[in-house]
């Protein structure tokens, strides 16, 4: 059956039939789904049922993998990170410690691996335990964002950097400095990038924003987070949102270099586990 993409909110998100990656994808499969990234942004696989090393495999034919290796939220596996309220085994997330507290941002408009150069480019999440009442993740187009903004705020911005930083999110959400660990202060400093992001394979440009970036470089810090929250709340209207509800195995995938995403929140005591894993841009940004 030849690959096909359902679109699921006009131009942006799109179901993708007739792929299943856990019994292998060949590359002109894999450029089909880059195409499908640049055309729709996020892709929604249902009904993947794989392991680990299919999910790996597959996601590694789009660039070099990301280690996930940052203390708070590691599990064993080298590149996955294990989102939502149970790690690998089942066993729950100690209430209140390092690695709930490091989750809860997710709860916030982000673009994942942004504090890191090059930043992450393509990410994907498995949803391997559910309840029964999935909470939905938002996705933002910022591309139609980056295209509704007025030509003056388009030339005033193009150029900008920003400084994403893990610990400005963090902070947001009342973590303090010393609940990070050593390792993760020592090897994830602020990284800048820009504004504003060119697509090498549409020729659009998007907003590449978070709520890691904590000021504009070159710019007075208060100014700088005013454009910020401004652009971030431009970004995240309705009209810009698709809402993904979790079905069991869906396999999701997304550009993060033109995309936006959040969690919603979740207090029910079904366990949910969700199993990301992604690769970088291959230069920097
Ligand atoms: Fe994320």
């Not at 007739?18 to 942004?41: M, N, T, W």
């Not at 020729?203 to 100014?223: E, Q």
């Not at 971030?232 to 936006?260: C, E, G, I, K």
Request: with cysteine.
């Amino acid at each position: 059956m030849p690959m096909e993409f359902i679109p699921l909110r006009g131009d942006f998100a799109a179901e993708v039939r007739g792929l299943h990656i856990g019994v292998g994808v060949a590359p002109e499969q894999i450029e089909s789904v880059e195409d499908g990234l640049a055309r729709f942004g996020v892709l929604v696989l249902r009904n993947q049922c794989h392991g680990d090393d299919a999910q790996q495999a597959f996601i590694e034919q789009f660039g070099p993998p990301v280690v996930a290796n940052l203390k708070e939220i590691k599990s064993r596996h080298p590149h996955f990170y294990d989102i939502g309220t149970v790690d690998e085994d089942g066993i729950p997330f100690p209430p209140g410690g390092a690695k709930e507290s490091f989750l809860l941002a997710n709860l916030l408009w982000h673009t994942d691996g942004s504090p890191m150069q090059p930043p992450t480019r393509v990410s994907c999440l498995h949803a391997k335990v559910l309840p029964p009442v999935p909470p939905p993740t938002e996705y933002a187009d910022m591309r139609a964002a980056w295209d509704a903004l007025p030509a003056g705020l388009q030339q005033e911005i193009d150029g900008l950097r920003g400084e994403h930083s893990y610990y400005h999110s963090r902070a947001k959400l009342g973590m303090t400095q010393e609940q990070f660990s050593q390792d993760t202060l020592n090897s994830r400093p602020p990284q800048e990038h820009p504004l504003v992001r060119h697509n090498p394979r549409t020729g659009r440009k998007a907003l590449y924003l978070a709520a890691h970036i904590s000021h504009v470089a070159g710019w007075p810090v208060d100014k700088g987070r005013a454009l910020v929250d401004r652009l971030m709340a431009h970004a995240t209207q309705p009209r810009f949102v698709y809402s993904h509800d979790w079905q069991p195995n869906d396999l999701l995938m997304w550009d993060d270099s033109w995309t936006m995403h959040r969690a919603t929140p979740y207090h029910g005591a079904h366990p949910r586990n969700l199993r990301w894993s992604g690769v970088r841009e291959r230069a920097p940004v």
